[in-house]
T-cell receptor, first 115, second 110 residues
Framework: DAGVIQSPRHEVTEMGQEVTLRCKPI?????LFWYRQTMMRGLELLIY????????DSGMPEDRFSAKMPNASFSTLKIQPSEPRDSAVYFC?????????????FGQGTRLTVV | GDSVTQMEGPVTLSEEACLTI???????????LFWYVQYPGEGLQLLLK?????DKGSNKGFEATYRKETTSFHLEKGSVQVSDSAVYFC?????????FGAGTTVTVRA
């Protein structure tokens, strides 16, 4: 398996523009997670899905952020409108099941810069 | 809520030196504990894990023992290499999601 695939790897956009980050989880994994990594706040869980259904979005910072998972092999994280403080590395991760022993498999991340 | 506290970095070592990164946790249940590693420009990779008290996880010369009495999961390696330079994250899973520590940057000099 190719692992979790994220695109793009790098994104530079102007403040106010819409940004869409994409993720393809590992085939057969039921759970998908979106994390954000910044120097100030470290790794934060934004939202996670189970079988394409959003389960917990309490980490989504504002209404400007939205995430969808239209099918088992694809998810998007959208920011509209983007702001400079959204600059971060966004990671997608997937896991085959939930529970205490669960490990997550991470993509390589999308580095977002909002200018 | 569940949380992880790990040693502040950065840590700079010479090759063949010993490495210890401290990690303590707070959890209401009985979590599994993990160490992830992030190499420059890459995503996080699982380094090792332990699922119950007194378990020892090990991989690539790294070890960590789940200590319930001290709520700790310290990462150790007896002889580091330049290739071990990375950011190390302690994490716990106490239901359905991983909670991460702040990360510790380790640099190994030749």
């Amino acid at each position: 398996d190719a692992g979790v695939i994220q695109s793009p790897r790098h994104e530079v956009t102007e403040m106010g523009q819409e940004v869409t980050l994409r993720c393809k989880p590992i085939s057969g994994h039921d759970y998908l997670f979106w994390y954000r990594q910044t120097m100030m706040r470290g790794l934060e869980l934004l939202i996670y899905f189970n079988n394409n259904v959003p389960i917990d979005d309490s980490g989504m910072p504002e209404d400007r952020f939205s995430a969808k998972m239209p099918n088992a092999s694809f998810s998007t994280l959208k920011i509209q409108p983007s702001e400079p403080r959204d600059s971060a590395v966004y990671f997608c991760a997937s896991s085959p099941y939930s529970g205490q022993n669960t490990e997550a498999f991470f993509g390589q991340g999308t580095r977002l810069t909002v200018v | 809520g569940d949380s992880v506290t790990q040693m502040e970095g950065p840590v700079t070592l010479s090759e063949e030196a010993c490495l210890t990164i401290n990690c303590t946790y707070t959890a209401t249940g009985y979590p599994s504990l993990f160490w992830y590693v992030q190499y420059p420009g890459e995503g996080l990779q699982l380094l090792l894990k332990a699922t119950k008290a007194d378990d020892k996880g090990s991989n690539k010369g790294f070890e960590a023992t789940y200590r319930k009495e001290t709520t700790s999961f310290h990462l150790e390696k007896g002889s580091v290499q330049v290739s071990d330079s990375a950011v190390y994250f302690c994490a716990l899973n106490d239901d359905y999601k991983l909670s991460f520590g702040a990360g510790t940057t380790v640099t190994v000099r030749a």
